[in-house]
């Protein structure tokens, strides 16, 4: 079920750096070393593979841009925002 823009505005309130907007939820996360973000993006990568709810991924040099959204149900769900809160466990 998608959420209301004010629930999932409540919900980023106690997320830092995530933001909504595009229909989606976004933080970018920067790094000392490109490697690091190498890595941030394989222990992603697990957590999406175990919830099944998979984010667009962006790599730069020492920056990686991650976007939660449900393609299949049209915004932003409580899936998106359980996997931003678990993302903040790994970085």
């Known amino acids: ?6 629930k ?14 595009n229909n989606m939820i976004t933080k970018e996360y920067t790094f000392d070393k490109y490697m690091d ?3 941030f993006i394989n222990d992603l990568a697990i957590i999406a593979e175990n919830f099944n709810h998979h984010p667009d991924i962006n790599l ?5 841009t991650v976007s ?24």
């Not at 449900?70 to 903040?88: F, P, Q, R, W, Y």
């Open 1 to 6: 079920m998608i959420l209301e823009i004010s």
């Open 8 to 21: 999932i505005n409540k919900s980023l309130s106690e997320l830092k750096g995530w933001i909504f907007k």
């Open 37 to 39: 973000g190498i890595q």
């Open 60 to 64: 730069g040099y020492c920056k990686v």
């Open 68 to 91: 939660f959204t449900s393609h299949d149900e049209g915004g932003v769900t409580n899936k998106c925002i359980t996997m931003a809160k678990n993302l903040e466990t790994i970085n």
